[in-house]
């Protein structure tokens, strides 16, 4: 998958976890936590919601790469990826 259909997926999935907030309101460099207001609760359902709809696995060392939606973007596709190569 490349990037930019990552990223719009992405974006799509990550709406309903934001609040007040539109898609075209979120930036790559928008930190979760504190531009977005994700709480902990909700960043555990949003690592879920990744790995059932990239159908990856996001290990527990890898969740900082999730700080920025950008940085989740570029390990969906690291993953994913990877996921291709390993088939």
């Known amino acids: 998958m490349d990037r930019?259909?990552?990223?719009?997926?992405?974006?799509?999935?990550?709406?309903?976890?934001?609040?007040?907030?539109?898609?075209?309101?979120?930036?790559?460099?928008?930190?979760?936590v504190e531009d977005l207001n994700v709480n902990s609760a909700r960043l555990v359902d949003i690592v879920l919601e990744i790995e059932d709809q990239f159908a990856i696995r996001i290990d527990d060392e890898e969740v900082g790469a999730l700080a920025t939606v950008g940085g989740a973007i570029d390990l969906i596709v690291s993953k994913t990826r990877a996921s291709v190569q390993n088939a």
């Open 4 to 32: 930019e259909k990552t990223k719009s997926q992405f974006l799509r999935m990550l709406h309903p976890f934001v609040r007040n907030l539109g898609v075209e309101q979120i930036r790559e460099d928008s930190l979760l």
